[in-house]
């Protein structure tokens, strides 16, 4: 598989046009987050190698938005069956390129593997409408909408370096199952990954030019990619950061963008706290915390606190810490600015007054879970998104409260409460500003045919198979205009 890809030396070369090519004389290394050792280069493409790959996108759109949509949907189909036979060697490089242990690896690879599937079964589904003009008043039934569904043109799909295969799937499968064309790039930490889910789609039989890949270094091509004449749509998921800038500087083409969160689970008097306990270690720690729905911030009632503690820490402090080709639990976060920076936040919060309970160990990029007690609205890492293993835990007096700071923050991912009382779970779940609130559960993405939208500073429109389907057409209405006798 990974022959084609990649020549001797370890270049891994881009999709451009139905063939792997090197662009460029630059590359850029890509080092595990494991040792630091060099997995290989990937190219550091030019505007110019961009503007040729968007071009090959434009051209071959036109031949493949007139494909049958049956055979478009039998091509996903056929990577989708690819991907899952892949699974073991793609899940080793996984492991290696971002640190996910290996259960997480192959549960990507696999949840990925059902999404193009069931994308390629929803394409199936897209159908139009005919309206007559007699529902409105002062027209007839002799004016007639002829309503279909067609594809923007080019889509660019920028995926983060979390779940490299997921969230690229995620825009490259709706984006090509509607008859568009797909410039990929992938995030420069996770691009061997990307490149390798390009090669699957490849091999199922997606057309030449219809599936391009561009890396290289975002500062010099982002911007140009992003603002290009000849794209139709861009699907990027990332940092709140990236993601307004690219938003301000993209002008008139339509976007969806998810973007960082700040999850809250809120555990009220009546929870059953064991489980409330069980879903917000998972949530936290998974993936080290390196999550956008990941819980990053516990706002509980003070008066069961303690007791919600005394059931959390146990928990945490048996979470196993190591490499991820051991399956540790918690792993080396994807770079040592990354855990700098989660340190950073620790120091303060101690600086101002929070309580420590667990140890704080870092080895370079990799930290021992952490959890913060007393944790206020002073100290930032009430705000911040960590994205690293540390979990703040606010102690609040009663529900407003909770509503209160939860909304108070920028993001509006998703928010996850836990009480037994449905009437206190559907109050909390119409007050608070998020796309998902999620009950007695932590958050999550999946399952992938659910609608997932982030609010505030946290995204923009909706994804979940359908939706994205939907905002990767376009409507096109013909309307006819009969004569008024019959002939
Ligand atoms: P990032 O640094 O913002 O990068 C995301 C992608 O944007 C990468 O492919 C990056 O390329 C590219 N990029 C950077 N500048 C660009 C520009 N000017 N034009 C075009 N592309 C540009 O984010 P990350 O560190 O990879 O991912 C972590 C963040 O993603 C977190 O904030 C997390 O919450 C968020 N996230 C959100 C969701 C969600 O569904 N809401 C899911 C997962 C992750 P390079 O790597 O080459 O710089």
Not at 34 to 60: F, H, P, W, Y
Not at 147 to 162: A, D, K, Y
Not at 226 to 242: P, Q, R
């Amino acid at each position: 598989m990974f022959k084609e890809i990649c020549s001797n030396h370890k270049a891994y070369k881009n999709l451009y046009n139905g063939t792997w090519i090197e662009s460029s004389n630059n590359l850029i290394e890509i080092k595990s987050p494991i040792d630091g050792t060099i997995l290989g280069r990937v190219q550091a493409m030019e505007k110019e190698d961009v503007n040729k790959a968007i071009k090959a996108a434009k051209e071959s759109q036109i031949a493949w938005k007139n494909t049958p949509l049956n055979q478009r949907a039998s091509i996903l189909h056929k990577a989708s069956e690819l991907l899952k036979e892949k699974a073991e060697e793609l899940s080793i490089l996984l492991q290696f390129e971002i640190g996910k242990n290996k259960s997480s690896s192959l549960s990507e690879i696999k949840r990925t593997s059902d999404f193009i599937k069931f994308t390629a079964d929803e394409g199936k589904h897209i159908k139009g409408e005919t309206l007559g003009g007699e529902n409105f008043p002062g027209f007839s039934k002799n004016k007639l909408s002829f309503v279909t569904r067609v594809p923007l043109g080019v889509v660019v799909c920028i995926s983060p370096f979390n779940y490299p295969i997921n969230l690229a799937a995620s825009k490259i499968a709706p984006a090509l199952v509607t008859g568009n064309s797909v410039v990929f790039k992938p995030a420069t930490k996770g691009a061997i990954s990307g490149l390798y889910l390009a090669q699957i789609f490849n091999k199922a039989g997606v057309p030449a030019g219809v599936l391009n890949t561009i890396t290289g270094k975002s500062s010099e091509i982002g911007d140009f990619l992003v603002t290009h004449k000849d794209i139709n749509f861009i699907n990027f998921t990332g940092s709140t950061k990236t993601g307004e800038h690219i938003a301000k500087i993209a002008g008139m083409v339509p976007m969806l963008m998810e973007l960082g969160g700040k999850d809250p689970a809120i555990v009220l008097k009546d929870a059953d706290l064991k489980k409330a306990a069980e879903h917000i270690v998972k949530g936290a720690f998974n993936y080290s915390g390196q999550r956008c729905t990941a819980i990053k911030r516990v706002l509980v009632i003070d008066s069961i606190a303690d007791k919600l503690i005394e059931k959390i820490l146990p928990l945490a402090e048996k979470l196993s810490v190591g490499s991820p080709l051991e399956d540790a639990f918690i792993t080396p976060l994807i770079d040592e600015k990354s855990s700098d920076f989660v340190e950073s936040l620790i120091e303060d919060a101690v600086k101002k007054g929070a309580t420590l309970l667990t140890k704080n160990k870092q080895s370079k990029n990799l930290i021992t879970p952490v959890i913060l007690d007393r944790v206020t609205s002073d100290m930032q890492i009430a705000w911040e998104e960590p994205f690293g293993p540390v979990l703040p835990i606010i102690r609040v007096k009663d529900i407003e409260e909770a509503i209160k700071i939860s909304n108070a923050s920028k993001y509006g991912l998703q928010a996850s409460v836990f009480t037994k009382d449905i009437n206190t779970a559907f109050y909390l779940s119409d007050k608070l500003d998020v796309g998902t609130v999620q009950i007695n559960n932590e958050p999550e993405r999946g399952p992938d045919h659910f609608p997932f939208t982030g609010v505030k500073a946290s995204g923009m429109g909706t994804q979940g198979i359908k939706y994205s389907i939907d905002a990767m057409t376009r409507r096109k209405t013909i309307v006819f205009n009969l004569d008024e006798k019959t002939p």
